[in-house]
């Protein structure tokens, strides 16, 4: 039997447009819908102010914190908590309530992979206390050790956060702050932070300036 | 005994080799009194006015009153290293003995007059919305991030609450003529550049516009 070109055709053009559209899904490393610039754009958007290697920015009105590194686990909670209020700030709603749970990815997997070295500048005659209390904890006040779940480097875990090169200023400002800006999706919506709570809350002024100043300076 | 006029010659040699001592100790300028200082406020204010408050001539001169101090330095050496470019302000920085920086800092920070030049009261809700919400679709990040939501400022970040109207729009419009002058020295005013360039014009009027009613 003779192939007529009329016989060939259609399977020539599925396996040219298969083929092509493999191509395409081959060509894209992000997920579906997302191009490259929107992703590019968006982790200009970041940076701005986590700035060009998240390292965080204290010079400003508010420490912004440090984000290279971080847990991917961890960064798309949070950026989801402040979507659904669960974790208030005036500044991230605005800036999280746009974006897609693929740009969630996408940036979480952007940051992780950053690693500048961590700004510091917190007072260095607290750092020994604050590694003694993040590597034993304040037994008498029920506090464990910080290492047992944000791990002995500080580098965190899935979905516990990376400590490591936090800014001093935020850390205080996160630990003192706890309640004001954590769970705050009410009975109905307990979250992981509940977990932090009665850490915060038992650590006196002087231990948060401690392990503050301590993690600030691990890299 | 030795006469007077015996000691005279020793005497004369002590004074001259301890007052060049005290000399040697002295920077290249002379020292600061109190009267050099008052009168190099007196300067500034002929154009920025005696309580800082800026002032609306053929060009917008800003305000100073309650500047952070760092900055208030901050923008003095630039203008001192034509990082930052203004004809006016060349002329005054590099005339300044730099041990008055901190004191004309000092003074500058602590005048708190009212808001001289507020802006059109109908873009003020926009400004707001703009201050304290930025303009994400345009990736604009908010401005009270860095300038706090009372736009007071701190250290190397200014105040910008109370600023003259014409002042905040000329300085956004014109971010990059300005400003970071010196390829060799990229200095902190960078920062700025992709939020005033990204802004567009009724964007920069309402913003300045709510500053400017800022107390």
Request: glycine share 8%; hydrophobic share 40%; proline share 8%.
């Amino acid at each position: 039997m003779k192939l007529s070109a009329r016989k060939l055709a259609l399977p020539s053009v599925i396996l040219v447009f298969g083929c092509a559209v493999a191509a395409l899904a081959e060509e894209s490393t992000n997920p579906a819908g997302l191009s490259e610039q929107d992703v590019q754009a968006k982790i200009q958007f970041c940076t701005y102010c986590h700035q060009p290697s998240g390292q965080g920015f204290m010079a400003g009105a508010y420490p912004i914190p440090r984000l290279a590194g971080q847990q991917s686990e961890y960064f798309k909670n949070q950026l989801q908590a402040f979507i659904d209020r669960r974790r208030v700030n005036v500044f991230m709603f605005e800036v999280a309530h746009s974006l897609s749970p693929e740009m969630l990815t996408a940036l979480a997997t952007h940051f992780r992979d950053l690693n500048p070295k961590p700004l510091g500048g917190a007072p260095t005659e607290l750092v020994a206390t604050g590694k003694k209390i993040f590597q034993e904890g304040v037994p008498d006040a029920k506090v464990p050790a910080c290492a047992t779940c944000h791990g002995p480097e500080a580098k965190g875990n899935g979905q516990f956060p990376r400590l490591a090169g936090q800014l001093y200023p935020y850390i205080v400002k996160v630990l003192t702050n706890f309640d004001q800006e954590r769970g705050q999706g009410g009975p109905a919506n307990p979250d992981t932070s509940a977990i932090m709570k009665p850490i915060a809350h038992n650590l006196t002024e002087s231990q948060i300036a401690a392990v503050a100043a301590y993690l600030s300076y691990l890299e | 005994m030795k006469s007077s006029f015996q000691l005279a010659l020793p005497v004369a040699i002590l004074a001259i080799v301890f007052s060049g001592v005290g000399r040697a100790a002295d920077t290249s300028h002379p020292a600061l009194s109190e009267g050099d200082l008052q009168a190099k406020i007196q300067y500034c204010t002929y154009c920025h006015q005696p309580s800082g408050q800026g002032y609306v001539g053929a060009s917008p001169i800003p305000r100073l009153a309650g500047q952070q101090t760092e900055y208030f330095k901050n923008q003095l050496q630039a203008f001192i290293d034509r990082r930052r470019v203004n004809v006016f302000m060349f002329k005054v920085a590099h005339s300044l003995n730099p041990d008055m920086l901190p004191s004309l800092a000092e003074h500058i920070n602590e005048l708190n007059p009212k808001p001289a030049a507020a802006g059109p009261s109908e873009l003020v809700d926009e400004g707001k919305k703009i201050f304290e919400g930025g303009v994400p679709e345009a990736n604009i990040p908010a401005c009270a991030v860095c300038h706090g939501l009372e736009a007071r400022g701190k250290g190397p970040v200014p105040r910008l609450a109370g600023q003259i109207y014409p002042y905040i729009i000329k300085v956004l419009q014109n971010w990059g003529k300005e400003r970071g002058q010196d390829p060799a020295h990229p200095d902190t005013s960078a920062i700025m550049e992709p939020v005033a360039h990204g802004l567009n014009d009724s964007q920069i009027k309402a913003v300045a516009a709510y500053l400017s009613s800022l107390e």
